[in-house]
C-alpha cells in the first residue's frame, strides 16, 4: 500500500495519500477499521468513493 507525507518547499507538511485501489486491493470495496468501528469504502462505476458504516 502506497502511503506518503511531502513537505513543501517552506517545510509545510501536506497530508498524506493513500492510493484507493492499493486500499481496496484492485478491486471495489475496502473495510476501513477506526476504533471499535468498521467502514466501508466502496469505489463506484462511476470512479467516486463512498464511505459508510
Not at 28 to 40: F, H, S
Amino acid at each position: 500500500m502506497r502511503s506518503t507525507v511531502t513537505e513543501t518547499e517552506n517545510s509545510i507538511p501536506v497530508l498524506p495519500q493513500h492510493d484507493a485501489l492499493a486500499l481496496t486491493a484492485g478491486g471495489n470495496l475496502a473495510e476501513i477499521v477506526l476504533g471499535d468501528q468498521v467502514y466501508r469504502l466502496r469505489i463506484t462505476k462511476a470512479g467516486k468513493l463512498i464511505l459508510t458504516k
